[in-house]
């Protein structure tokens, strides 16, 4: 591409910050900056923590608190704990290579941006659209999730799930609305709850199990004796084994979607350069603490076999989507500890609503940097003066209506479908950011850039993407791997699963080569690819942060020096 294109994915040359830095000029750089008279630029509101506690936020929810339950009960806790580490391990590997690039420039468009510079322009193309239709799907699914929390206490048949579904997206619509600045406090608070909560649950498992609770029992790892670590799932034997092993890899990986939104954030973050590198090397340590050890633990306290899992219990079922399903709930029971279930429960739905709540913003910044790029209508790329753009919050805002589907039981049926979709579409977004980040090096390496002048690399370098790329693409092919063992015969054949969940790769390759046919578009040379348009707007953008920032330090006199040594680690 020429630079002039690229030109729209950076900043506005008009920078209002000056070589030399006053108090006043570091001020109007941090609030938010880089405006043109056209209002197509995104405000720098978002600080550090608020950065780090995004990037929590969306890899903590009921893919943890609840979904964890299914997979128990399917492979066992020794299978879970394997499944979710390597996972894990995965998903630290793309948020690298994800990192080496935001951090390298930070472009408002997020990772579609990375795509169409350093790749193929029909790559971010593809890439942008796929998350978006992930993301306008998943902001209606979880307003319904919310609705079916809250009928824990209130049944349906009482309150019309409609109701909840409606207060919900108002709030949300209108957090969203209100600024990237209170969008960003808001959602501080709230992934600080989440953090508290599940530490909160950590600690009593770890009491549960030692024989802390009401009926003094200790466990230990008893169940990982009786009746065993891993359990069969489909057939019998060591094949059986291997499913049900390879079943929560496929559930490890819905639990961690998500984690890769903090990319979508470098739009309007301060001090991207060091905002972004530290909250993708935390990343590592928040999977260790939060996913690893939590799945550790409720292995320890409830057998595989327990009849209160919705799993093994088909008159459960129903409560799928609340903390009946969990198996920290389940855990809970088995001590005799009351009362605690509704706390469980109030606390998943904050969950639910705080995904809610981000996964709007998700689509609306998506929407936002593919008009910024010319791939979707200018409209969409316009902001109002504080930032936030309208237009594209207005259309995702009407999409999140499909919420009221959900309303019947034929329909959540078919939402269930979508959902399948979706995932499929969060795991060729991973796929494409290593892809992206692949051919950053190769063009890094091509004009000579060392990686010492790099503010983050990837620490297990272009290597660690290819391993995470051969295994997100081993996933994307066997995720839904039931649909045929279930099949003795064609009749057993569950084709409507069979589509949703592979439909998402006929439509991304359609996307790519459909965008290449029309565009006649080609692939970007290394040696040519564009990594420097618009840093230089970022280099001054973060001296003016950093000039601030030693202001405010003098003025406090250092007072924020115990917070960031010992609690903004966590946080």
């Not at 307003?143 to 048949?157: F, R």
């Not at 040379?525 to 030693?550: C, H, N, V, Y």
Request: glycine content about 8%; proline content about 4%.
């Amino acid at each position: 591409m020429a630079a002039n294109e690229h030109k729209t994915e950076g900043f506005s040359s008009e920078s209002p910050v000056k070589r030399e830095y006053s108090g006043d000029e570091v001020a109007t750089a941090e609030e938010g900056g880089l405006s043109d008279p056209n209002h197509v630029d995104l405000h720098r509101a978002l600080k550090a923590r608020h950065i780090t506690m995004i990037a929590i936020g969306g890899a903590i929810g009921t893919g943890l608190i609840i979904g964890t339950g299914d997979a128990l009960a399917k492979a066992g806790p020794g299978s879970l704990l394997i499944g979710y580490a390597w996972v894990g391990f995965i998903v630290y590997l793309v948020m690298c290579a994800l990192g080496e690039m935001a951090a390298w420039l930070p472009l408002p468009s997020g990772f579609t941006g990375y795509a169409v510079r350093f790749c193929d322009p029909a790559l971010g193309f593809t890439l942008g659209w796929t998350y978006w239709f992930k993301y306008i799907i998943l902001s209606p699914n979880q307003l319904t999730a919310g609705a079916l929390v809250i009928s824990y206490w209130l049944p349906q048949d009482k309150v019309n799930a409609g109701v909840w579904i409606t207060v919900l997206l108002v709030m949300i619509v209108s957090i969203n609305y209100f600024g990237v600045r209170f969008f960003g406090e808001f959602e501080f608070w709230l992934s600080s709850f989440k953090v508290i909560v599940i530490l909160g649950i950590i600690l009593l498992s770890f009491i549960l199990m030692l024989g802390g609770g009401p009926d003094h029992d200790r466990k230990g790892f008893r169940y990982w004796k009786s009746p065993g670590a891993f359990n069969t799932y489909i057939k019998e034997g060591d094949a059986g084994r291997f499913l049900a092993f390879w079943s929560t890899m496929v559930s490890a990986t819905f639990a961690y979607l998500g984690t890769e939104l903090v990319g979508v954030t470098v739009g309007e973050a301060q001090n991207p350069r060091r905002a972004i590198p530290r909250a993708i090397k935390l990343t590592f340590y928040r999977i260790l603490v939060f996913y690893i050890l939590s799945v550790l633990l409720v292995g320890t306290l409830v057998p595989y076999n327990d009849e209160k899992l919705p799993y093994n219990n088909p008159k459960f079922a129903k409560s799928s989507s609340s903390a009946a399903a969990s198996p920290f709930v389940v855990a809970i029971e088995n001590s005799g500890i009351p009362v605690l279930t509704h706390i469980i429960n109030a606390s998943i739905l904050l969950f639910v609503f705080s995904a809610a709540n981000s996964d709007l913003y998700i689509a609306t910044r998506t929407l936002y940097g593919l008009a910024r790029e010319g791939k979707a209508p200018k409209i969409f790329a316009r902001t109002d003066r504080r930032g936030v753009p309208v237009y594209a919050l207005g259309l995702c805002s009407l999409i999140a209506l499909i919420a009221y589907m959900n309303v019947s039981s034929d329909s959540q049926t078919i939402f269930k479908y979508f959902v399948n979709l979706v995932t499929i579409f969060g795991l060729l977004t991973w796929i494409s950011i290593l892809v992206t980040h692949i051919y950053f090096v190769r063009a890094r390496r091509a004009q000579n850039v060392p990686d010492s002048d790099l503010a983050y690399v990837a620490p297990f370098g272009v290597w660690g993407s290819y391993l995470a790329l051969a295994f997100c693409i081993l996933i994307v092919f066997t995720k839904n791997y039931d649909v045929f063992t279930h099949s003795k015969k064609w009749g057993n054949f569950d084709y409507k699963s069979f589509i949703t969940a592979y439909l998402g790769i006929p439509l991304y390759l359609c996307l790519i080569f459909g965008y290449k046919f029309i565009t006649r578009c080609k692939g970007v040379d290394p040696a040519t690819a564009d990594l420097w348009t618009g840093k230089d707007e970022i280099d001054r953008e973060e001296a003016a942060f950093l000039a601030r920032q030693d202001l405010e330090m003098e003025k406090s006199g250092g007072s924020h020096w115990f917070y960031r040594k010992f609690v903004s680690w966590l946080f």
